[in-house]
């Protein structure tokens, strides 16, 4: 199975600064296949990005990802309130089955 | 609209055996591959298998093969998971999800159930 590690844990920021995030992967996958949720307290996980670059329906543009191979990032740039949450990173593995990071929680400094 | 609504809490005793509901609504049931996934207190999201609504095909993720169970009733729109032999370790909140596109399991999950608490005590 595919082991995702984030990168920072805690990641402590203010309103308007620019977020960087990472999700590594212990073997080179698809780019079609590594996704990215915010969840935030008591709610359920929110897709934000697809095929590692596309952004979901609805999601602002301020949310944008890239990356390949073993190396992906979500960005955010312009913090807002709403932002500070818990983002996980989401490999679909077929039959290898899917697997997720172990979430990096955006905190308001 | 488009949603997933899955069944209440549970509480339930060690060695006993919990079945979770997710009734689907306003999309073509069938057409859509249904994850389950999970997520202990204060922990990340544990990946636990899909359903083929179409063909009840199913995947389950290896530590959860012998006591994990996923149907589908399509004459109402739901998917249940049921848990067998529970432990404590298995208190969490339990999802299933909907992935993006028609007729693959290998895609993001772009709708997802409200969540089904479920605490495991003696």
């Known amino acids: 199975e595919i082991v995702l590690t984030q990168s920072p844990g805690t990641l402590s920021l203010s309103p308007g600064d620019r977020a960087t995030l990472s999700c590594r992967a212990s073997?080179?996958?698809?780019?079609?296949?590594l996704a990215w949720y915010q969840q935030r307290p008591g709610q359920a996980p929110r897709l934000l990005i697809y095929?590692?670059?596309s952004r979901a329906t609805g999601i602002s543009d301020r949310f944008s990802g890239s990356g390949s191979g073993t190396h992906f990032t979500l960005t955010i740039s312009r913090l807002e309130p709403e932002d500070f949450a818990v983002y996980s990173c989401h490999h679909s593995g077929g039959s290898l089955g899917d697997t997720f990071g172990q979430g990096t929680k955006l905190e308001l400094k | 609209q488009v949603q997933l609504v899955q069944s209440g809490a549970e509480v339930k005793k060690p060695g006993a055996s919990v079945k979770v509901s997710c009734q689907a609504s306003?999309?073509?049931?069938?057409?859509?591959?249904l994850h389950w996934v999970r997520q202990a207190p204060g922990q990340g999201l544990e990946w636990m298998g899909w359903i083929n609504p179409n063909s009840d095909a199913t995947q389950y993720a290896q530590k959860f093969q012998g006591r994990v169970s996923m149907t589908c009733d399509t004459s109402i729109n739901t998917a249940f998971m049921e848990l067998s032999d529970l432990k404590s370790d298995d208190t969490a909140v339990y999802y299933c999800a909907k992935v993006r596109s028609i007729f693959t399991a290998v895609d993001a999950f772009n709708l997802w159930g409200q969540g089904t608490v479920v605490t495991v005590s003696s």
């Open positions: 073997q080179g996958v698809a780019s079609s296949s």
């Open positions: 306003q999309y073509s049931f069938t057409a859509y591959y």
């Open positions: 095929g590692a670059s």
